[in-house]
Antibody, heavy 122, light 107 residues
Framework: QVQLQESGPGLVKPSQTLSLTCTVS??????????WSWIRQPAGKGLEWIGR???????NYNPSLKSRVTISVDTSKNQFSLKLSSVTAADTAVYYC??????????????WGQGTLVTVSS | AIQMTQSPSSLSASVGDRVTITCRAS??????LGWYQQKPGKAPKLLIY???SLQSGVPSRFSGSGSGTDFTLTISSLQPEDFATYYC?????????FGGGTKVEIK
């Protein structure tokens, strides 16, 4: 059973860089045709896709965040990471990591982390 | 970027009711759409992929339909555990987008 777990600081100061790591267990991050994504959700609001990475290192980002986002993968640690620069209070949210898998030529997020709250405040 | 317009944003229904939620894409996305259920304080859960395929372990009262720009999630007989928020997600291109969500509440 694949499990994902987010980790990182729960409080980040404005203008600084938010850094989170997702640790994958129950399977190798580099096996199979999967991509690994970050998704966030401000309190009481909807879901926003941030970006994804394949284990090849290829990435895609939400155009609205692209200038501030970097997603990387460390296959030796079975982890992938998110960096979001120049944060403001608008970046306060629960951040989820998730696995994307191919289903019938479509893709879907079939495994999710439990989510971690990141607050941007001085 | 493809916009996903989900409706209604909320609805009240009773146990046993048939519930329908729709998502409309701003351009054609073939059948590259999934539906997710989220309960308070929990991560979303995949219900439907490729517009109409039921994820393993999901009750058969959930069904999805549609192609192109218009999609529907139907719950044939609402159960107490189905009260939650539902989201559609398009995965047609490299910039995925979620619908705004539909909160299903108890009438």
């Amino acid at each position: 059973q694949v499990q994902l777990q987010e980790s990182g600081p729960g409080l980040v100061k404005p203008s600084q860089t938010l850094s989170l790591t997702c640790t994958v267990s129950g399977g190798s991050i580099s096996s199979g045709s999967y991509y690994w994504s970050w998704i966030r959700q401000p309190a009481g609001k909807g879901l926003e896709w941030i970006g994804r990475i394949y284990t090849s290192g290829s990435t895609n980002y939400n155009p609205s965040l692209k200038s501030r986002v970097t997603i990387s993968v460390d296959t030796s640690k079975n982890q992938f990471s998110l960096k979001l620069s120049s944060v403001t209070a608008a970046d306060t949210a629960v951040y989820y990591c998730a696995r994307g898998a191919e289903y019938s030529s479509s893709w879907a997020f079939d495994y999710w982390g439990q989510g971690t709250l990141v607050t941007v405040s001085s | 970027a493809i916009q996903m317009t989900q409706s209604p944003s909320s609805l009240s229904a009773s146990v046993g009711d048939r519930v329908t939620i729709t998502c409309r894409a701003s351009q054609g996305i073939r059948n590259d759409l999934g539906w997710y259920q989220q309960k308070p304080g929990k991560a979303p859960k995949l219900l439907i992929y490729a517009a109409s395929s039921l994820q393993s372990g999901v009750p058969s009262r959930f069904s999805g339909s549609g192609s192109g720009t218009d999609f529907t999630l139907t719950i044939s007989s609402l159960q107490p555990e189905d009260f939650a928020t539902y989201y559609c997600l398009q995965d047609y291109n490299y910039a995925f987008t979620f619908g705004g969500g539909t909160k299903v509440e108890i009438k």
